[in-house]
């Protein structure tokens, strides 16, 4: 249950679902002192207005990461100091909200088709360059206007890829420009996130797999389970070229496979 704020506001109720009281706060940069008073004071709030219909308050956050530290010192002062309270105190980041609200009567991957998916539904940063395969597998692409970008030399035959990946790589080169033009679009700090996560990826096919061949179909083939899982997306063809050419853009970028020594 929602509750419109217009008027006097919510009186500290963000939502409301079967005796959880939700108090929401999804400012990107917070202050850690404004958190703190604020999870008192909202708690309060809510306590003073509507503490006969709440069996449970929880803080609920966007951070997947977790809360600043004075934040969460804030959280367990107030825990602390209503311990003789009736009233369970939580926290609740997003992946916690996701469970016990909406994740309980609907299948999670049936779920993820309407809403999309939790931000801790993949490691940091995967649920974006999945969104990117996505994004390139659904939309009809122009010509790359943008400069092809110079890998360094001998970089393929280091990594003794066959012919047919090797041509691979340098068909989808000269479209790597929409994957680079997609990351710029991202905020601060997410794709170093996805080229972290991407490198650990390879780094665990590159440990069981080998050839550079199958680590580089192995890679694709987790972007395009991350992107589309069971959706019901039918043009496969264009699933693995979206896949290939995100991966060939961190190819060129020397996140993934190796570089010969001295570039």
Same mark, same amino acid.
């Given at each position: ?116 998916? %939790? ?22 692409? %122009? ?19 066959? %012919? ?100």
């Amino acid at each position: 249950m929602q509750i419109d704020p217009a008027g006097r506001g919510d009186k500290g109720c963000d939502g409301w679902v079967d005796g959880l009281m939700l108090a929401c706060y999804g400012a990107s940069s917070p202050s850690e002192k404004y958190v703190a008073n604020k999870i008192k004071a909202d708690f309060e709030t809510a306590e003073q207005y509507w503490g006969s219909h709440m069996e449970r308050w929880a803080f609920v956050y966007n951070n997947a990461a977790g809360l600043p530290t004075m934040a969460a010192a804030g959280l367990m002062d107030l825990r602390k100091n209503k311990k003789d309270s009736a009233i369970t105190i939580e926290n609740c980041p997003p992946q916690v909200l996701w469970d016990n609200c909406v994740g309980r009567d609907i299948e999670r991957d049936r779920l993820s088709l309407i809403v999309g998916a %939790p931000p801790s539904e993949h490691p940091a940063g995967m649920s974006y360059i999945a969104r990117c395969v996505e994004s390139l597998a659904r939309t009809r692409l %122009p010509a790359d206007q943008s400069d092809v970008v110079e890998v360094p030399f001998g970089k393929i035959e280091h990594n003794n890829f066959g %012919p047919e990946v090797s041509d691979f790589l340098k068909t989808f080169k000269v479209h790597t420009g929409h994957v680079r033009f997609y990351f710029s679009q991202a905020s601060p700090g997410e794709q170093a996130q996805v080229s972290e996560n991407l490198r650990a990826r390879y780094d665990g096919h590159r440990a069981r797999l080998e050839d550079s061949d199958a680590v580089f179909h192995a890679l694709c083939d987790d972007l395009i389970e991350e992107a589309f899982g069971r959706a019901e997306f039918g043009d496969l063809n264009q699933q693995r070229s979206a896949a290939m050419m995100v991966v060939t853009h961190f190819f060129e970028t020397c996140e993934i496979f190796e570089a010969p020594v001295g570039g």
